[in-house]
């Protein structure tokens, strides 16, 4: 069997069809953020608020998802980090009220919560550890399709059905396939896959030998660097619209190449750290975020902006499977969807209160102060975890 097979067996298939359900709702909030802004009369500030609100919540919510997923099992917490992130983001299409919209990104992000710290377990307990890096990346190269389709599928479908129309028109087959998902993974269960690889975790098999303290400065270079980039990007279709004059459907597309990278550097980046290690290529592409933000400032409109976020693109999935196979590789079986948790909490919860902070910072001194303390900030950082051997 080749590699590519040898992969593609057990339960990741079904895995990556769930991380792509589950993604397929939540990644129409940006592209459709300028329609969204312009029938609501919102402001930068208002917009990113809007993001945060599903930011915040799905970050508070990874951490009783993971401890539940280590204590109760992870198949129904996954199922409703599907259909119920759909159900929610249906109700959205119908909402016409500011403060219900937010509150329904919200629910989103509560429903949503449970499912990263979940998946990861299962999968790396389906692969050999060699191999741990690349099956995150086929699981990531999954779940980013969507955020690379949702900028075209939204568009399209919002052309003809407005905005709402878009977010009911993914909803209700993404709540249809989240239930299938629960029937499937309980027949996988019951047709050789061991019982409790979808029920509660009972490993306590140490892991390589590193305390939870040694992983704080990965965790927290890691986070920082996913918060900035994520705060980033609501903001990417605004100042593509304001800076160059380009048209809201343009502007939501140009989202596509930065979602792009996904489908092929998650993979690479997997790849490559089962080769040279974790560390090495989570401290590489967290070097050159920062400089690729602050260079956003410095980039003509079309050939120089799309290469830019093509290679911001990069650097998010090439990260987000590396840390999650390392995080996987250095905590124990039954803490482990517990400390996925954490990470996750703090990846959402920084970039949920970045991205408002970054409308008001562009509202108050505009794009091209804000990017450059930002791209510094991170730059300074991740300095700092070099400089502390990482």
């Not at 596509?256 to 089962?274: K, M, Q, R, V």
Request: with cysteine; glycine share 12%; net charge positive.
């Amino acid at each position: 069997m080749n590699p590519f097979k040898r992969q593609l067996t057990g339960l990741l298939p079904l895995f990556m069809f769930a991380h792509f359900g589950h993604h397929l709702v939540t990644a129409l909030a940006v592209p459709l953020l300028p329609m969204i802004r312009s029938d609501f009369g919102l402001d930068y500030a208002q917009s990113g608020l809007l993001i945060s609100a599903f930011s915040l919540a799905y970050g508070i919510s990874q951490l009783p998802a993971g401890w539940l997923a280590d204590r109760i099992g992870p198949r129904a917490l996954i199922t409703i980090g599907i259909s119920g992130v759909a159900l929610a983001g249906f109700f959205v299409g119908l909402t016409y009220h500011y403060a219900m919209m937010a509150f329904l990104f919200a629910m989103m992000g509560v429903l949503g919560g449970g499912y990263h710290p979940a998946a990861p377990p299962l999968i790396s307990a389906s692969v050999p550890p060699e191999n741990r890096g690349r099956a995150m990346g086929y699981h990531m190269l999954a779940g980013s399709t969507p955020f690379f389709l949702a900028p075209l599928m939204a568009v399209a479908i919002a052309g003809v059905w407005g905005w709402r129309g878009a977010f009911i028109t993914m909803a209700v087959p993404t709540i249809l396939f989240g239930f299938l998902f629960y029937v499937l993974l309980g027949r996988v269960s019951e047709n050789g896959t061991p019982k409790n690889i979808t029920e509660k975790p009972k490993s306590d098999s140490p892991s390589s030998g590193r305390s939870i303290s040694s992983l704080v400065p990965f965790l927290v270079l890691s986070s920082f660097t996913h918060a900035v980039t994520i705060s980033t990007i609501p903001f990417i279709p605004l100042f593509i619209i304001d800076q160059f004059g380009a048209g809201k459907e343009t502007a939501a597309a140009f989202l596509s190449i930065f979602y792009s990278a996904g489908l092929w550097a998650s993979l690479l980046g997997g790849t490559l750290s089962d080769r040279i290690g974790r560390v090495p290529v989570v401290l590489g592409v967290c070097f050159v975020t920062g400089p690729l933000i602050y260079l956003l400032n410095h980039v003509g409109y079309g050939l120089g902006i799309g290469c830019l976020l093509l290679a911001l693109g990069v650097t998010l999935y090439v990260r987000t499977p590396v840390s999650e196979a390392y995080i996987v590789g250095e905590t124990s079986g039954k803490n482990r969807s517990t400390i996925l948790g954490v990470y996750y909490f703090s990846n959402l919860e920084g970039s949920g209160i970045l991205t408002p902070v970054m409308g008001f910072l562009i509202d108050r001194y505009g794009f091209d102060t804000t990017f450059t303390m930002s791209g510094a900030a991170l730059f300074v950082l991740t300095l700092k975890g070099k400089k502390d051997d990482l």
